[in-house]
C-alpha cells in the first residue's frame, strides 16, 4: 500500500510545551501530522487521533476519530468515563511525573507547620514567641497513598530522621524508605500514633471522606494532616473543627472539598492551617514539565507500534 493510501494520523498537543519538547513529540509522533495549540479548533479536534492534556471533557466526548488521551494529570478525574467500555477511548495518566514537586511541596508545608513559620509571618509586628516547636526527626509519619508521591515523600522524611509508615493498595514487599507498610484496612491500627498523616489518594469510591469525622478525631491530638491527593479525601468541616479546637497542631493542604475553596469559608481563618491553590504540581517546576513530555513520548510511541501503555486507566478501579 503506498505511503497515500495509509491512513493519515494526528496527534494534538494540548498542554504548553517548550521548543525542545515540541521536537521530542514531533520524533514521537514522526509521520504523522502534529498540532501544537492550547486552545484547539473544532477542526484539530475532529481530525485528533491522540491528545496529549487536560481539554475540557465536554470538548473529547464526540471525537469520532480519538482513540488516545495522554493527560498531563497524575489523576484521572472525570476523564475517567471517556474510557468506558464500548467507547474505543484510552486514558493515560502521567503519574511518575510529579514525585519531586508535590512531595517538596508537602515537605516544605510540614516544616512551616512543625517550626510555626507561618504563624510568625502571618503576626508581622509583633515580637512573641509563639511557644514549642516541633521536628521531622523521630516524628512517626504515616503516609496514605504510597505511589510515585508518597514515596518521594517518606523519603524526605526518612532523611530527616522519621519513622514511616506506608498504606497502599496492594500488599508486597516494604520498601526501604518505609519502616513498616499496610493497606487501607490498616489504618486504623497505624492513626492513633502518627505525628503526622499525609494523603495522597485519588478520588475512587474508596477514598471519598475516607478522613471523616471519626478518623480526624481518631487522630493523636497535636498530630498534623497533609493533603495533595484529592480534597474530598477529608471531610472539610469535620477538619474545621478540630482545628478551631487545638485538636490537631496544623493542616498543610493544596486540595480541599470544595475547590476553589471560597472565600469565606472558615478553613481559612482556623489556626495553623496553611492552604495553597492545587499548585503543588502542574508545571511549574521544569523537572515536572520535562517527565510528562517523556511520558507522552513514550506512549505515542507505544500506541504506534501497538505495544502496552504506561499509566492507563482502569475503568473499574477509576485510576
Aim: charged share 25%.
Amino acid at each position: 500500500m503506498s505511503a497515500k493510501m495509509e491512513r493519515e494520523r494526528n496527534l494534538l498537543v494540548a498542554m504548553e510545551v517548550e521548543p525542545e519538547h515540541a521536537a521530542r513529540l514531533r520524533e514521537a509522533a514522526l509521520g504523522w501530522t502534529v498540532d501544537f495549540a492550547t486552545a484547539p479548533t473544532d477542526e484539530m479536534l475532529a481530525r485528533a487521533e491522540v491528545v496529549v492534556g487536560n481539554l475540557p471533557v465536554r470538548r473529547l466526548t464526540e471525537l469520532a476519530a480519538l482513540r488516545l488521551i495522554q493527560l498531563q494529570s497524575a489523576g484521572v478525574g472525570d476523564y475517567r468515563a471517556l474510557c468506558a467500555p464500548g467507547r474505543g477511548v484510552r486514558v493515560c495518566t502521567a503519574s511518575g511525573a510529579y514525585g519531586l514537586a508535590i512531595s517538596e511541596h508537602m515537605f516544605g508545608l510540614l516544616l512551616g507547620l512543625q517550626k510555626r513559620l507561618f504563624a510568625y509571618r502571618d503576626r508581622a509586628g509583633q515580637w512573641r514567641d509563639l511557644g514549642a516547636v516541633r521536628s521531622v526527626s523521630g516524628a512517626n509519619v504515616l503516609i496514605i497513598g504510597l505511589g510515585n508521591i508518597g514515596g518521594a515523600f517518606a523519603r524526605r522524611c526518612k532523611a530527616f530522621g522519621a519513622r514511616v509508615v506506608g498504606i497502599r493498595r496492594s500488599a508486597g514487599p516494604c520498601p526501604e524508605e518505609c519502616d513498616a507498610v499496610g493497606m487501607q484496612a490498616d489504618i486504623d491500627r497505624w492513626l492513633p500514633e502518627a505525628d503526622v498523616v499525609f494523603l495522597c489518594v485519588p478520588e475512587t469510591r474508596d477514598t471519598v471522606r475516607l478522613f471523616d469525622r471519626r478518623r480526624i478525631f481518631s487522630m493523636k491530638p497535636g498530630a498534623i494532616l497533609l493533603n495533595a491527593g484529592r480534597g474530598t479525601a477529608v471531610e472539610t468541616d469535620a477538619l474545621v473543627d478540630a482545628l478551631n479546637a487545638g485538636r490537631l497542631f496544623g493542616a498543610g493542604l493544596d486540595v480541599t472539598d470544595p475547590e476553589p475553596l471560597p472565600a469565606d469559608h472558615p478553613l481559612w481563618a482556623c489556626p495553623n492551617a496553611c492552604i495553597t491553590p492545587h499548585v503543588s504540581g502542574g508545571l511549574h517546576l521544569r523537572q515536572t514539565h520535562d517527565a510528562i513530555v517523556r511520558i507522552a513520548c513514550a506512549n505515542i510511541r507505544a500506541y504506534a507500534a501497538g505495544k502496552p501503555l504506561t499509566n492507563e486507566v482502569d475503568y473499574e478501579r477509576g485510576y
